[in-house]
Every structure is written in C-alpha cells, then in structure tokens.
T-cell receptor
Framework: GAGVSQSPSNKVTEKGKDVELRCDPI?????LYWYRQSLGQGLEFLIY????????KSGLPSDRFSAERTGGSVSTLTIQRTQQEDSAVYLC?????????????FGPGTRLTVL | DQQVKQNSPSLSVQEGRISILNCDYT??????FLWYKKYPAEGPTFLIS?????DKNEDGRFTVFLNKSAKHLSLHIVPSQPGDSAVYFC??????????????FGRGTQLTVWP
C-alpha cells in the first residue's frame, strides 16, 4: 500500500520479555519518527531518523529502548526487558523531509500490552 | 512537562453547530502549529496547520486561529458533522533548538457530534 505500515498491530507480552516493533515508511520518505501514546496521554516523541544522519534519540525513556533504521527504509523499535509501564500504542510516522513543517504521515500503530 | 496543553478531554456538540477546540502552549520557540485528527485503531491524520506569521488559516469547514501573545490556538469546525467525531490533537514545532524536526503533542480532545 501507499501508506505507513506497522506490525504487529497488537502485541501482548510478559514482563521481562523483549519485543520488536516494525515500521515500513512511505517509499521515498527520508524522515522517520517513533511516538508512543500511553492511556490518557498525548503522543510522546521517542526517536527521529533523518536520512543518513545520526538519529535524535532524546525522547527514548530508558536504555531499554532502542531503534534502528536499515537501508534508510524499514525501522525496528526494540524494547528490552519490558515493564508494565511500557504498555502503550506505539506509532510510527514518516515525512518527505526531516522537518516537522512537512506533513508527517502516521501508521495505524502497534498496541503493546505488557502483563 | 507538557509544552502543549489541551485542557478539555472531551467536547460534545450538536450536528450543524460550531465546534471549538482549544490548545495552549508554553514554549516560545514554537512557530508552527498543526491539528491532527484520529479515529479509533487508526493513526493520526493531518488536518490543518498555521504558521506563527499568521493569525488565521481556513480550509473549508475548518479554521485555525492563533493568538501568539496568549500562546493559544483554537480549531473551529463549522458546521459540525457526525463524521467529525474523533480525537483531535494539537501539535507544535519550531525551527530552533530542541523544537527542530519534532512535533510536540497535546493529550487530545475527544469530539462527539450528535445528530
């Protein structure tokens, strides 16, 4: 499809397990963003990739969170040793250029539940 | 610290009437503001934006007003339609410092338009 896709759509895991969330941005978009939305909260910025530049990781809440972007396209967000407070909807977005003035297109999100 | 605030978690409006959604921000480096609309189980979609050099931007039934001195913006929907029922997120960004390339979101307002 033409939009941003994310997988899985839902993930239930046990506390302490590692999880990987995948994002396929729109083809040709150079910028990719990860956000999360916890219950009753707004979208919280996590990390931002722009082309071949070093990613802006300033929003990652702890060192249990990491992300990579391979070949300037697909991105994987990894959460190690998951905790219950990690439960949230994780949203990926991409844009044509790495400025928020350019519209960010969001995927449908991955709902993560940590038991 | 929430730099973008939407103090009304919900708003209920009759079809045909005006919906007014409010947003306040604290960071004076923000100079571009966006509204996103989100349906359940979908990612947010861009609705309308405004630059800080303007105080009004109109697109069909949607108008965004910006009051820089008050650090306040509002989204007006006229006339409201049942299909407008969704969560509306206010977002802000800027061209300098920590605001560059990032969107800061409010917690959202659930709009319900009833017949």
């Amino acid at each position: 499809g033409a939009g941003v896709s994310q997988s899985p759509s839902n993930k239930v895991t046990e506390k302490g397990k590692d999880v990987e969330l995948r994002c396929d941005p729109i083809s040709g978009h150079t910028a990719l963003y990860w956000y999360r939305q916890s219950l009753g909260q707004g979208l919280e910025f996590l990390i931002y990739f722009q082309g071949n530049s070093a990613p802006d990781k300033s929003g990652l809440p702890s060192d249990r969170f990491s992300a990579e972007r391979t070949g300037g396209s697909v991105s994987t967000l990894t959460i190690q040793r998951t905790q219950q407070e990690d439960s949230a909807v994780y949203l990926c977005a991409s844009s044509f250029r790495g400025r928020a003035y350019n519209e960010q297109f969001f995927g449908p999100g991955t709902r993560l539940t940590v038991l | 610290d929430q730099q973008v605030k939407q103090n009304s978690p919900s708003l209920s409006v009759q079809e045909g009437r005006i919906s007014i959604l409010n947003c306040d921000y604290t960071n004076s480096m923000f100079d571009y503001f966006l509204w996103y609309k989100k349906y359940p189980a979908e990612g947010p979609t861009f609705l309308i934006s405004i630059s800080s050099i303007k105080d009004k931007n109109e697109d069909g039934r949607f108008t965004v007003f910006l009051n820089k001195s008050a650090k306040h913006l509002s989204l007006h929907i006229v006339p409201s339609q049942p299909g407008d029922s969704a969560v509306y997120f206010c977002a802000a960004t800027g061209a300098r410092g920590s605001t560059l390339g990032r969107l800061y979101f409010g917690r959202g307002t659930q709009l319900t338009v009833w017949p």
